[in-house]
């Protein structure tokens, strides 16, 4: 996935854009067609999740707007046991 891509879910500023924060949760969810208003919800849920994929202390988690961290980064889509999991 591309880095920018996931810093929007990681850093809460947008990097990219509002539909590639929406595509991108539905596709670590597996969740169609999420409505605007849970975005927010999904996203702080699935943040424990990114931590440990990502590494707590990267890069990602820096709560910076930062347009040089570029690249692609691995992140696959959540289990069915870390779906159950999720708190939203």
Do not use: W
């Amino acid at each position: 996935m591309d880095n920018q891509r996931i810093r929007n879910l990681t850093t809460n500023r947008i990097h990219t854009s509002m539909d590639h924060i929406a595509e991108d949760l539905c596709f670590l969810t597996g969740f169609n067609g999420l409505l605007d208003a849970q975005l927010l919800d999904i996203n702080e849920a699935i943040k424990p999740y990114l931590k440990k994929q990502l590494g707590e202390s990267s890069r990602f988690f820096d709560g910076k707007y930062d347009v040089t961290h570029i690249g692609n980064t691995e992140l696959r889509p959540l289990n069915s046991n870390e779906l159950l999991q999720l708190r939203y």
